[in-house]
């Protein structure tokens, strides 16, 4: 199997057989950014690269910034699983994958080396530019799989993405007392934040009840746009900083 590059940022093509068609003829219209969560690169190359593994992605950032390109980006790649944002069911389908070398959660959740952030930088504003990809379709692993996933980690700096160009992203709110609003926690006030949320995008059902679904959306919320306190409870601060996320989408046509 050979396969050209689509960005010109590619260091080196490692063609995976983990690939397929993009359901009903679909256009990439996002970004999903990934951890490896493997003890190493050569490790996470050889499995998003070994048919037996079933898992894939377009590409590959090591700590060093190289970019490898393993599925081009007109090919689904298997790298988001079960999941779902927005109106969007198959994230696989509408998604280009970019998985970037580090431990995750199982390994310290290392910090994320600069040379990786300049390539996440320059290969998502490479992406989008070319497909047309909005700034608030730029996710986290997390955002997509709240309830299996946790990558990239609350140590990504979605901010500094964002001072780039990257993202849709807001200064958050700082930490204060107030109402917080924790697992069992009824009645309107979790309906209004279950709402926020789905309008934004996550797959939650508003049912007025702080269920288990209902914190770990709020954990994954706070690993992207709120990583000073990740603790699955809606403080005034994760409260405020989603109604500033929401204010500061596009107007729609």
């Known amino acids: 199997m050979t396969i050209a590059a689509d960005s010109p940022l590619v260091t080196k093509v ?150 780039a160009g990257v993202g849709h992203f807001v200064p958050p709110v700082p930490v204060t007392d107030g109402p917080r609003f924790a697992r069992g926690a009824e009645g309107p006030p979790v309906q209004a934040l279950q709402a926020m949320l789905a309008l934004y995008g996550y797959a939650l059902p508003v049912t007025g009840v702080f269920d288990d679904a209902t914190e770990q959306v709020v954990t994954a919320f706070q690993r992207h746009f709120r990583p000073a306190c990740v603790d699955g409870v809606a403080d005034i601060a994760t409260i405020k900083t989603l109604r500033d996320l929401i204010a500061a989408l596009p107007a729609v046509a």
């Open 14 to 163: 490692v063609p995976s057989p983990n690939q397929g068609e993009r359901k009903d003829g679909r256009r990439p219209d996002m970004i999903v950014l990934h951890y490896t969560g493997m003890k190493d690169g050569v490790s996470a190359l050889q499995q998003l690269t070994n048919p037996l593994a079933e898992v894939s992605s377009h590409y590959l950032i090591w700590e060093d910034g190289r970019i490898f390109q393993l599925v081009p980006e007109s090919a689904r790649a298997w790298h988001a699983g079960a999941g779902s944002w927005g109106s969007d069911t198959d994230i696989n389908s509408c998604s280009i994958g970019i998985e970037i070398v580090n431990g995750g959660h199982d390994y310290g959740l290392p910090d994320f080396t600069p040379a990786q952030i300049d390539a996440s930088i320059a290969l998502c504003r490479d992406i989008a530019t070319r497909w047309s990809i909005q700034p608030h379709r730029i996710l986290a692993h997390s955002d997509t799989a709240p309830a299996r996933k946790a990558d990239p980690g609350e140590k990504f700096p979605w901010d500094a993405l964002a001072a």
